[in-house]
């Protein structure tokens, strides 16, 4: 039976499992990001939070790059999917703070993808100092022409077939610390959330094999576990999907009660996290980051918000896949089950911070999804139809 829905979204801080509406004042809450300064002093900025209601109060750590060791970092970078995204911000951020960066993207400079964003705005890499290279990473030593790094970052490979070629090369050619994009995806399913760094993984999980190596081979490690991400140049359908239907004023199918919550995090968020562990390696060393926002949002909730950004009305029908026959990993892009994680070491151990703030960072999302047109391009909608038409549901025409 389809549901109509219009009641209010909800985020939760997962620092305190109490759910926030969306009015609430708390979504103007107070967050604070790396900021680098030329002096050498190290500020401590004292940040009480929802959070120190079950772990004390956090402490906001801000570094300056000035008095940091200068590295060099190399970031084998994938050419596909929303990880991508990771790589660039990070570049950018590491070269902000006067790190010397390349970035290694996996594949051939000329291919048709280097057309599509985050790689067609590789040119802002380049004049901010870094160095942009193109090949297979099981050939990293001949790509990078035999420089060696103090730090190298793997964003690329899922499982160790692609990602040991890497972690040896680095191994043999002096790095001092390697850094792992994980997945949060690789946590077993319980019935106790959210995810924190230490709950039990899928041991098939390729990841799982990959962090594991990293383990055995280096005595400076860190990775770093994302989930679902938002920002400018991210290439993965998520909020598009949800702004595909509704500047379409078409009603927009979300399996099951639309209450399930997630985890959606701003890139940047992940790479200051990313640039603390460079710049704090003891710190960060031999441990696991979720690399996500601390607030959850419901399914329904990331409609709203995204009808929000739009200034558009939304039509959500929730329903049950199985009734309508439809498998809902093809018709929708986000887990039907409950799924997030909690950024806990990350503000422990590195003392961090996120600044994620979908209602904002959504409608920079908007913006860009204009600015490329996508609102005029003809777009099929074969699956929303089989399911609205299951349920009675009318389509404008």
Not at 11 to 25: A, G, V
Not at 115 to 130: H, M, N
Not at 299 to 325: H, S, W
Request: with cysteine; hydrophobic share 40%; proline share 5%.
């Amino acid at each position: 039976m389809a549901t109509l829905t219009s009641s209010s979204s909800l985020l939760l801080s997962s620092s305190s499992f109490n759910l926030l509406p969306l009015s609430h004042s708390s979504i103007s809450r107070l967050s604070f990001s790396s900021s680098f300064h030329s002096s050498s002093s190290l500020s401590i900025l004292p940040h009480s939070s929802l959070s120190s209601k079950r772990f004390g109060t956090n402490v906001g750590l801000s570094i300056n790059a000035s008095a940091a060791e200068k590295k060099k970092v190399l970031i084998v970078n994938t050419n596909t999917g929303g990880h991508a995204i990771i790589g660039f911000y990070f570049a950018k951020e590491l070269l902000g703070a006067g790190h010397a960066v390349t970035i290694f993207t996996v594949g051939e400079e000329g291919s048709d993808k280097m057309k599509k964003p985050p790689f067609s705005s590789f040119s802002e890499i380049v004049s901010a100092g870094g160095r942009t290279v193109w090949g297979n990473p099981a050939e990293v030593a001949s790509v990078v022409g035999g420089e060696a790094f103090d730090v190298v970052l793997d964003n690329n490979g899922k499982d160790l077939e692609a990602v040991r070629p890497v972690i040896d090369w680095a191994k043999s050619s002096g790095a001092k610390q390697f850094l792992f994009i994980s997945s949060a995806g690789i946590y077993k399913l319980t019935d106790e959330l959210p995810h924190v760094e230490g709950d039990a993984v899928k041991a098939d999980a390729g990841h799982v094999g990959v962090e594991k190596y990293i383990e055995e081979t280096f005595d400076s490690w860190a990775v770093f576990r994302p989930q679902y991400m938002i920002g400018s140049g991210n290439n993965k359908d998520c909020e598009e999907w949800f702004f595909d239907r509704i500047v379409r004023d078409r009603p927009v199918p979300i399996p099951g009660s639309g209450l399930q919550l997630t985890n959606i995090s701003h890139a940047r968020d992940i790479s200051s996290l990313l640039t603390l562990a460079v710049e704090k390696p003891e710190a960060a060393n031999k441990s696991i980051f979720n690399s996500v926002s601390d607030r959850a949002v419901t399914l329904n909730g990331i409609a709203k918000l995204c009808a929000q950004a739009a200034g558009r009305p939304v039509n959500i029908v929730n329903y049950d896949p199985k009734a309508v026959g439809v498998d809902a990993k093809k018709a929708f892009p986000f887990r039907t089950q409950h799924f997030y994680a909690e950024p806990r070491a990350a503000k422990t151990k590195l003392g961090w911070n996120g600044t994620t703030n979908l209602p904002e960072d959504l409608k920079e999302r908007f913006e860009d999804y204009i600015k490329i047109g996508r609102d005029k391009k003809p777009i099929k909608f074969d699956l929303d139809d089989k399911i609205l038409e299951a349920l009675k549901v009318p389509v404008p025409v």
